[in-house]
């Protein structure tokens, strides 16, 4: 086995036999995303890709907690309290790793044990292996912090079957390793007591037929699956408002408390979440909704409720957001169209740099499932 540390070591670069093995080493810190991480595994994967000698791609995350906690959204507070563009610029490079992650041609095998937020979806989602186990705790919090799904997030859940991606996306909730696999997040659960020899065996065998062979075939069911009645009706709305009627006028329990949960959220990051994912279900491929969620981001950056969000849950911790505006019904559909307008030359561009190939391999995801 070859090791091969980057810059402060917050990606450790491994080969043993053919497997390039990538591991976020910042366990003090739940692995979350910096800049240079991005940067580390996109030269990798980069190196790797025209490597004979490396076939397959193992993604895992240092310590017990996670593979990853999502981007370093204290530095992203920083910045946007100060009007710099260290966040637009992480995001660029950030979505461009997702994008390439979902096309790339060798297997890549993406370990989602522990807590995988945010950031941490982006580089594991988006993979052609995608494993989780019964410490599998996925999320995509941004609506409890003022934000959006971002990642290709919004392609993902748009695509899940019915509804499920909208109520994950609005509730900003966690979901389980059955839980995943029913949305279309990952494809195989392994018990995490089977993962040390994972890597021993990708080291000279077949991805796909190594996973199979340990994966779980009767594991327990989704318990958000088992909800889907309720959720695909109360769901079927294109706006935050009758969703929230839906909800409390069900006849299931879960459905009240779920309509209070929303309730908590930005009004303003509720709507553009909706929003967001009901363009991204027409949206035919991951670039155009990455190129998407980029225009959103940005104009969000610059807004009152992320930053505000932060503060509230990570910075003071007070859980006490000042929402800006503090109702769904300050909420114009002109304020929200606003965050989709072109940015101009500052543009991602992710979707024309990909129309200028002249062969486009959908991610696996688009080819296995739609929305049902």
């Known amino acids: 086995m070859r090791s091969k540390p980057t810059q402060d070591n917050q990606i450790l670069l491994r080969r043993d036999g053919r497997l390039g093995h990538i591991i976020l080493n910042r366990p003090e810190a739940m692995n979350a995303l910096t800049h240079g991480m991005v940067n580390a595994i ?53 979505y461009k790793l997702n994008a390439l992650i979902a096309r790339y041609p060798k297997p890549y095998v993406a370990v989602m044990d522990g807590v995988v937020l945010g950031g941490g979806v982006g580089i594991s989602a988006h993979a052609s292996l995608r494993i989780v186990t019964e410490r599998t705790k996925i999320g995509m919090p941004e609506t409890g912090i003022g934000f959006v799904p971002d990642v290709g997030g919004t392609y993902l859940l748009s695509r899940a079957p019915g509804e499920l991606g909208t109520h994950v996306a609005l509730t900003a909730g966690s979901v389980t390793g059955p839980d995943a696999i029913a949305l279309g997040l990952a494809d195989f659960f392994v018990s995490s007591d089977r993962l040390p020899g994972l890597v021993r065996v990708l080291a000279n065998a077949d ?70 994912l009901r363009r991204a279900r ?91």
């Not at 890709?49 to 959204?73: F, H, P, Q």
């Not at 796909?208 to 909800?227: D, N």
């Not at 779920?258 to 979440?273: Q, V």
């Not at 909704?289 to 003071?316: K, T, W």
């Open 207 to 276: 991805a796909q037929e190594s996973i199979k062979a340990i994966a779980v075939i009767g594991f327990s069911p989704s318990s958000l699956a088992l909800e889907r009645e309720w959720i695909d009706r109360c769901y079927a709305f294109d706006e935050v408002e009758p969703i929230l009627d839906a909800l409390l006028m069900a006849s299931a329990p879960a459905a009240w408390a779920t309509a209070a949960c929303i309730r908590t959220k930005s009004p303003t990051a509720l709507k553009l979440t909706l929003e967001s």
């Open 42 to 94: 996109m030269e990798a994967l980069l190196n790797w890709e025209n490597d004979d000698s490396v076939s397959t791609i193992l993604l895992t995350g240092a310590g017990e907690k996670g593979l990853c906690a999502g981007g370093d959204i204290v530095a992203i507070y920083g910045d946007a309290l100060a009007g710099g563009n260290e966040t637009s610029q992480f995001w660029a490079d950030e």
């Open 282 to 372: 027409q949206i035919p491929l991951l670039e155009e909704a990455l190129d998407q969620e980029y225009r959103v981001s940005l104009r969000c950056l610059g807004g009152r409720d992320f930053p505000e969000g932060i503060r509230a849950q990570v910075i003071d911790k007070d859980r006490s957001p000042r929402w800006s505006p503090p109702s769904l019904s300050e909420v114009s559909a002109e304020m929200i169209g606003a965050y989709f307008a072109s940015l101009g030359t500052a543009e991602l561009g992710l979707a024309l740099a990909m129309s200028q190939q002249a062969a486009i391999a959908l991610p696996h995801y688009v080819q296995s499932s739609s929305h049902q």
